[in-house]
């Protein structure tokens, strides 16, 4: 049996009209890359723990988390206790909730490098004013880029060629290769004095392509770099914060940041970001203009502060890299067995994957789509996530479904041996 999605076809007909392109951003079936589209749901009616349901009753064990936001489970029953306890005594207040001053001292105590903490709502909220902060402390224009980096959509994250994107969005963007530590040494020479930060994410997780490390050294030359030259090194932890270490990924890889960038999975879903910073930058963030007329809302705070206890409590990262290594070792295995090539790159905890046999990525895609029509989701061009409540039981279930996916796809494709 494979799921149908009548209602979500019929309710995308209705948001068609109403919303552009149905649905927008990263969880439409266009920025999705739902290929092809009739695979997919479009549109979620309830969700919990490892799962969400869709408006047909489809139930999915779903691998992308909301992309990210769910890393304990949807609707943990102790971080949505506490927004709720929360939201009875107030949320939006003309004066903030003392909740702010614990969430802050909490991450502080949690976030390895981190001397203070400022709270937005998304991700592209928290990257943008490190850059502010950079240039306040510095007073220079420029930044180092990572090619293929993602870091929001801000105008200045895009690129120039992109819609409503000018020379003058970018003008001040300088671009280099991953891993490539002799060209962002290039750089700094060729702009004395002129850059005011380095930002990228802890290891280099573009869409469509393979995932990679940094090599040993590469962060601790950049760091000594970047301090040698007065260079602000701000770290984009929004999509990996809390899922290779709960001091902070800069901490995993061994180096010390200036600024730390955290969404997703601080709040288990509740919309809230922070920018977390070294004494240094205090003055410099304290001087910026920004703000926003959610961002210091007291429920998510008060979701965040018992997420990231919860975290802490059960080791949420050494968990997420246990289940997600014993789930890809699975999937990897499964595919070799029909004589797919299942190459598996990343950290276990948000891997990136893709089938190795077919440059097109078709056979990837035409896997993942019969993946997603037996319940297990998936999606064929970013990285996945792991959340805590995953089982070993939801793990032996996606194996099932993995399987027999490989099956439909070797029998469409007798070539493959």
Known sequence: MTFTYQKSLEMFKRASKVIPTGIYGHLGPAEGCFIPSNAYPFFSERAKGAYFWDVDGNKFIDYMCAYGPNILGYNDEDVDAAALKQAALGNCVTSPSSKMVELAELMVDTVAMADWAFFAKNGGDVTSLAVMVARAATGRKKVILIKGGYHGVAPWTQKLGYPAITEEDVANNIYVDWNRYDQVEKIVKENPGEIACFMATPYHHPVFEDNELPKDDYWQKVRKLCTDNGIVLAIDDVRCGFRLDIEGSDHYFGFKADLMCFCKAIANGWNISALCGTDALEDAISSVMYTGSYWLSAVPIAA?????????????????????????????KIGKSHGFDLVVTGVPSMWYMRIANDDSMILHQEWVAECVKRGAFFVNHHNQFINCALTEDDIKLTYDIADEAFKVVKNRHPEIE
């Open 304 to 332: 965040s502060i018992e997420c990231i206890k919860k975290l802490k409590k059960i080791d949420a990262p050494k968990l997420a890299q246990s289940l997600g290594k014993k789930l890809t070792d699975g999937l990897v």
